[in-house]
Each structure stands twice: as C-alpha cells, then as structure tokens.
C-alpha cells in the first residue's frame, strides 16, 4: 500500500485506483488475522497470556490504523479537489504518527515475545 499511496498522489486515476485496490486488501487481511487469532488456543502460562493479551491489543492498533488513518489517506488521495502538494502535506503527518505508534506498539509485543519465547525454551531470530 506504502508503494502504492506514494504513485497514486504524484498518478492519477489509474494510480489512485491501484492504492484503493491495496487498501482494501489490507482492510480484509486485517480482519483475516483478528479472526484467526480469536479462535487460538493460548496455553495458561502467565507469559502465554500477556504475549496474547498484548498481541490483541496490537491488532487493534492496526485496526485504527487501517480503517481510520489509512481510510484518511484514501479519502485524501481519492479527493479531485486538493493538488498533488496538498494531499502530501496532508498525508505526511498521518503518516508519521502511524510509523511512531506502530514503532511503540512492536517493541511491547517484542518483549513480550521474548518472555513468552523463554519460558517456553523457544529460540527467536
């Protein structure tokens, strides 16, 4: 989608419709996994379930950041009446705080991995 949003504020409609093609897939990537992950059997460890808990709490992250910021970008780059510069100076900022909160949220589930990932005698590359 990244590469996509980049051509689709510089393209046009051709572009733009790559981006919202991404972005939809993305969307239906995004429920795939929280459905998925719903049905997972944790095991009752301390560490299971705070790896679990916080990877839930990732995943609705990436909800927000799915359907209400990159939903944002796509009204933005979707939207005739702003030119190519505006919709950059728009996007940039949005942009910026998703790969902030991303960055933040990763580095929690990290560590918790790695407490879950010892426990269990598991080695992590």
Do not use: H, W
């Not at 929280?34 to 009752?44: E, G, I, K, W």
């Amino acid at each position: 989608f990244g590469e996509a949003r980049g051509a689709a504020v510089q393209g046009g409609p051709t572009e733009i419709a790559e981006a919202r093609r991404l972005y939809d897939v993305a969307c239906q990537t995004l429920r795939t996994v929280q459905s998925d992950t719903r049905s997972l059997q944790v095991p009752s460890s301390q560490a299971a379930r705070n790896l679990y808990d916080a990877y839930q709490r990732f995943l609705e992250g990436q909800e927000r950041m799915v359907l209400r910021d990159l939903g944002e970008v796509m009204k933005l780059l979707e939207d005739s009446a702003l030119n190519e510069q505006e919709k950059a100076q728009r996007i940039v900022p949005i942009l910026t705080q998703i790969q902030t909160t991303e960055t933040t949220d990763l580095a929690t589930l990290k560590s918790l991995q790695q407490a879950f990932a010892k426990e269990y005698n598991i080695i992590l590359e």
